[in-house]
């Protein structure tokens, strides 16, 4: 029987990396483990597209600064992935990224993907 990835999980992951006690590669390595496997399910459909983003935060360049829009994505009542998925998109559009880029090369995580 499949494991259940649940919206506080998620939450409790977010606050742990806002608060220092996770690093991007933690962060990235917990949903890796748990996205898009027969092990693991998820609570529903807006938990997905967040574990989905984080599933590959180092090729979005997600960050802490990204946590808050999660968080608000998670609030959101089952049934409604589509303003979900709306809101993450939007996000998207909100930063710089250039900016993100140079923001993420101090970050050996990231560092990997943008040596150009």
């Not at 049934?79 to 998925?85: D, K, N, R």
Request: net charge negative; with cysteine; hydrophobic share 40%.
């Amino acid at each position: 029987m499949a494991e259940v990835v649940t919206r506080q999980e998620i939450i409790d992951l977010l606050n742990s990396w806002r608060a220092g006690k996770r690093d991007a590669q933690s962060v990235y390595d917990w949903a890796n483990e748990r996205y898009a496997t027969e092990r693991w399910n998820t609570e529903d459909d807006i938990v997905n597209e967040v574990l989905s983003e984080l599933d590959i935060l180092d090729i979005n360049l997600t960050t802490t600064d990204d946590i808050p829009v999660f968080l608000e994505v998670l609030a959101l009542p089952p049934g409604q992935v589509y303003e979900a998925t709306c809101r993450l998109k939007a996000h998207a559009s909100t930063f710089s990224l250039e900016a993100r880029k140079q923001q993420c090369r101090k970050d050996p995580f990231y560092a990997w993907l943008l040596n150009e």
